[in-house]
């Protein structure tokens, strides 16, 4: 989802990691005053624990991992990653319902809280789906709010799009022409700015898009704009050559100020151990950033980038918060971690286990699986 991070988030973890002037002196503790990232910044910085419940591994190739053995911390670090999408006060949840005897139908339910005690809550039932869907993705143009009659939503279905406005209470099928035309992996992003809906192509080199604004009688029918990805360094050139094996994801995010990035978000398989089994397992290698550049032209111009400035990037929106640090990607997928876009330093969170991982809803961009419960 693209809403912003409040700039002052909620104090919720009771166990994180202090420093004390001896640095060498590292204990758990507990603190109901800090803010949820503040204890992802202390992960990130901090030295091997003496009592052996934090582990760190360094590789040669720009790849580093923390090994978390507390399963206390391994859970808070996971809600503090994952914790972007409730400060918003949005809650999503899918069931199953029973509508006349029809048992094949599931439906999507969007609960919001907002921050001013004396607004009120708002409860929007969804119309059904067919049972058995996942909502890989799902985007709003603002809070939900029952008052505005454009108020919009929109899901995203592997490479299906579907539309609800408040005012027409049904879901709207987007003509996308063809499966080819919308990336089943990448994230839908809403603009405020433009006031469109964008999601790339499967291969990256087209923008599909779409505006709110339409009669009840017409189709909506999405645009497609080329994206021109330029000004490569000269040292990266060859890198391109060896990240031909991985597996590509682009997203398009914005931040408060209405910049928008093209995030490429390369994995590579590898053989690892995962809850004490061989396996075959997706690993995050890197990730290119692009910054939309204003052009005349009729192709939307993306110039690569190792400085974002003092922003930092949640796949699915951009922002700036305590605790985060600035010109990062902050992911979740296949793995847990944080991406240093100027030190191209990967930084991974793990288990003894195997990957920081987790299947629940709400993901950031991969897979964003939502199935009833």
């Known amino acids: 989802m693209s809403q912003i991070l409040s700039q002052v988030l909620k104090p919720v973890y009771k ?26 910044d202390h992960l990130l910085n901090i030295p091997e624990s003496p009592d052996g419940c934090v582990a760190r591994r360094s590789g040669s190739d720009g790849e580093n991992e923390i090994i978390i053995k507390n399963k206390n911390l391994a859970k808070e670090t996971l809600n503090a ?45 969804l119309p059904p789906l067919p049972k058995g869907c996942q909502t890989q993705n799902l985007e709003m143009s603002s809070l939900p709010d029952l008052e505005n009659e454009d108020w919009v939503v929109v899901i995203k279905l592997g490479s299906q799009l579907k539309l609800y406005r408040h005012k027409d209470l049904r879901w709207i099928d987007i003509e996308t022409g063809t499966h080819e035309s919308v990336s089943p992996y990448s994230s839908l992003m809403y603009s405020k700015k433009d006031q469109r809906f964008y999601v790339p192509s499967p291969g990256g080199d087209w923008l599909c898009s779409f505006d709110q604004d339409f009669e009840e009688e017409e189709e909506i029918e999405l645009k497609y704009d080329i ?31 209405g910049e928008k990035f093209l995030i490429s978000w390369y994995y590579g398989d590898e053989i690892a151990l995962y809850e004490g089994a061989r396996t075959v397992m997706h690993r995050t290698k890197r990730f290119m950033v692009f910054k939309e550049k204003e ?79």
């Open 15 to 40: 166990n994180i990691i202090k420093h004390y002037t001896n640095k060498n002196m590292v204990r758990w503790c507990s603190s109901t005053s800090i803010y949820p990232y503040l204890s992802i």
């Open 81 to 125: 990653m994952t914790s972007g999408f409730n400060q918003s006060g949005v809650i999503i949840r899918m069931k199953e319902k029973t509508i006349l005897r029809d048992t094949e139908k599931v439906r999507l339910n969007i609960y919001y809280k907002p921050s001013n005690p004396k607004a009120k809550f708002v409860n929007v039932h």
């Open 227 to 257: 994206m021109e990805r330029e000004d490569y360094p000269q040292y990266m050139l060859n890198e391109l050559e060896d990240m031909n094996s991985f597996t590509k994801i682009d997203h398009l995010v914005e931040s408060p100020s």
């Open 295 to 373: 052009t005349e032209n009729k192709y939307k111009s993306m110039v690569y980038t190792e400085n974002i400035g003092d922003i930092c990037i949640f796949l699915g929106h951009a922002s700036s918060s305590p605790g985060l640090k600035a010109n990062c990607i902050y992911f979740v997928g296949h793995n847990y971690g944080v991406y240093d876009i100027t030190t191209q330093i990967c930084t991974l969170f793990s288990t003894e286990e195997g990957p920081l991982r987790s299947n629940e809803f709400p993901y950031w961009p991969h897979p964003f699986s939502l199935t009833p419960h």
